[in-house]
């Protein structure tokens, strides 16, 4: 199957090509005709499977096709709507009535790498269409992430925590959000975000088109999934990995309190003389390595 077969717009295919894009991979083949139908959808897809592009190139799609068929206030056709812009500190109480320009597309997403990935990807598919993407995230200034945001915006990628920030300030207001997507939700869950992911997602309109993706599907994702989406149509990707046969592979089935207590108890083998050990976070990767140093073990961290 190529990407022509997905019933995707020229200026997105022309976007792609450019890129290199030819085939979709199997989370694109099947996702983005789902979110091109309008329904809501559950996809359990690994990072590296290429399921940005899975919401990404359908979500731009939907929003150009809505903007190019805009018509003004009395009715003529051809013309689409000039709004004005958020500006910060603003009362939103009457902005559809003032024409101010609304966010209409949210990812939401765990960390700034993932949100900076995102935004760039979506900058990349829509670089013939006249939408504007921002990506805001902790850590840095808020300066350069507002001054974008007063010029308006039509795609939001977000952090949670940001998020929160700037709509406690004004500068963003999600009761106009069409499309939303949980992104890495299971990973957002892990870091403790789940009291700001259910804030956020009180903050959008009842009617709007979900995208839930997550790596795994423990029960706490099945809960959200029935509680956020409506009659979703649900996609499982299995990434292909080979086991390559020189590896001996051994599982440990024990209480994540007992852990990093094992992981000393195996490096104090003198048999092994090289070690990597892989962390979900950084902040799991600085305590494992303090634990490491504690035992007297010789250890480095790279996060």
């Given at each position: ?211 839930l993706f997550s790596a795994t599907l423990p029960m706490e994702i099945m809960r959200l999934e029935k509680a956020i989406l409506t009659n979703p149509e649900e996609v499982s990707i299995t990434p292909v990995s080979p086991v390559v046969d020189a590896i001996e592979q051994h599982v440990y089935h024990l209480a994540k309190i007992n852990k990093r207590h094992l992981l000393v108890h195996l490096l104090q083998d003198l048999v092994l003389k090289s070690v990597l050990v892989f962390s979900r976070t950084r902040h799991g990767a600085d305590r ?16």
């Amino acid at each position: 199957m190529q990407f022509e077969d997905l019933n995707i717009i020229m200026p997105i295919l022309k976007a792609l090509e450019s890129e290199g894009y030819t085939q979709p991979t199997p989370i694109q083949e099947q996702a983005i005709p789902i979110i091109l139908s309008g329904k809501d959808i559950m996809g359990c897809a690994q990072t590296g499977t290429g399921k940005t592009a899975a919401f990404a190139i359908p979500i731009l799609q939907l929003l150009y096709e809505k903007k190019s068929t805009e018509v003004v206030a009395d009715g003529s056709e051809g013309k689409k709507l000039h709004f004005k812009r958020i500006k910060a500190g603003e009362n939103h109480a009457d902005e559809a009535s003032a024409g101010i320009k609304p966010v209409m597309a949210l990812i939401l997403t765990p960390t700034r790498e993932l949100a900076l990935q995102i935004g760039e990807s979506f900058d990349i598919y829509g670089k013939n269409l006249d939408l504007k993407c921002a990506v805001i995230y902790g850590g840095v200034s808020q300066a350069n992430q507002t001054a974008i945001l007063k010029k308006g915006v039509d795609i939001l990628v977000a952090t949670p925590g940001r998020l929160l920030d700037l709509i406690g300030q004004h500068y963003i207001n999600l009761r106009h959000i069409q499309y939303f997507v949980l992104d890495e939700a299971d990973r957002m869950l892990d870091m403790g975000f789940a009291p700001d992911v259910r804030r956020i997602i009180g903050m959008l309109p009842k009617v709007r088109q979900t995208m839930l993706f997550s790596a795994t599907l423990p029960m706490e994702i099945m809960r959200l999934e029935k509680a956020i989406l409506t009659n979703p149509e649900e996609v499982s990707i299995t990434p292909v990995s080979p086991v390559v046969d020189a590896i001996e592979q051994h599982v440990y089935h024990l209480a994540k309190i007992n852990k990093r207590h094992l992981l000393v108890h195996l490096l104090q083998d003198l048999v092994l003389k090289s070690v990597l050990v892989f962390s979900r976070t950084r902040h799991g990767a600085d305590r494992i390595y303090r634990e490491l140093r504690n035992a007297g073990i010789s250890a480095a961290v790279i996060s």
